[in-house]
């Protein structure tokens, strides 16, 4: 299986409840390294256009004033598999749906707040990697 790139977030939430170093030992343990990282906080613009697929859904309005309502931590992880071994990782969507020994399970509070991202596909990944870190913050 080959080596290649994930891209995840912290949310506010998770930030907020003070889970950062907490999901980061989580991400590091399940054998990702991470290859670029940054505490940052996603204008409305920033965020209307991460989740612009979304855009048509019930929930939008609520996505995008959650996301956007404090610091975020950004991160591009390595693994072999890394898309879908980093989704599992994170668990369902709905942390009362999440797995045992998943970060949702841990730390999400509700579907809407739900403590991480994760790429859902390789092209999804690359896409969202270039929309936070230029090509000399990558390692
Ligand atoms: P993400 O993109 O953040 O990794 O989450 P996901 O793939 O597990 O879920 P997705 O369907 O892509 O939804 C994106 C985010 O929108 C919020 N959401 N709220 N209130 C609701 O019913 C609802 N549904 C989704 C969550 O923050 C979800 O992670
Ligand atoms: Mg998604």
Redesign the pocket.
Known sequence: MATNRTF??I?PDGVENGHIGNILAMITNGGFKIVSLKLTQLTTADAQAF?A??AA????G??VA??TRGPIVAAILEKENAVEDF?TL?G???PAEAAEGTI?KAYAT?????A?????SDENAAIESAFHFAGREQF
Do not use: C, Q, W
């Not at 859904?57 to 939008?60: D, K, L, S, V």
């Not at 509700?110 to 739900?114: A, H, L, T």
């Open positions: 995840t977030m949310k989740y697929v979304h859904r019930p929930f939008y609520e996505l959650f996301m989704r994170i369902a969507t709905n949702r509700s579907i809407g707040e739900n991480v991202h994760g790429s859902d």
